[in-house]
């Protein structure tokens, strides 16, 4: 079973840039089929797919967006990360990173993130 774990900040200002990595202890795996993304559900909302990287590293973005998104990886470190810059405070959210190959499984366990001034 894959495993991952976010880390990152847990309180932002909403002028800064936010910056979550996943680690993935078990290594990526490196198929074309399988994508590695990130996935944040506000309180009360649903979740929300933000964006990918695949195993060649070319990143994919929803299209809908309004903050400035970045998604890389390094393999060497077993990681990716997600920064996404310019975000409101309607940016707190409980943010995973998620496996996806015909469906997002495994999830991570989430990590807390809060846009304050």
């Known amino acids: 079973q894959v495993q991952l774990q976010e880390s990152g900040p847990g309180l932002v200002k909403p002028s800064e840039t936010l910056s979550l990595t996943c680690t993935v202890p078990g290594g990526f795996i490196t198929t074309y089929s399988v994508f590695w993304g990130w996935i944040r559900q506000p309180p009360g909302k649903e979740p929300e797919w933000r964006g990918a990287?695949?195993?060649?590293?070319?990143?994919y973005y929803n299209p809908s967006l309004t903050s400035r998104t970045s998604i890389s990886s390094d393999m060497s470190k077993k990681q990716f990360t997600l920064q996404l810059g310019s975000v409101a405070p309607r940016g707190t959210a409980v943010y995973y990173c998620?496996?996806?190959?015909?469906?997002?499984?495994?999830w991570g366990q989430g990590t807390q993130v809060t846009f304050s001034s």
């Open positions: 990287i695949d195993a060649s590293g070319t990143p």
């Open positions: 998620a496996r996806g190959s015909q469906g997002w499984s495994p």
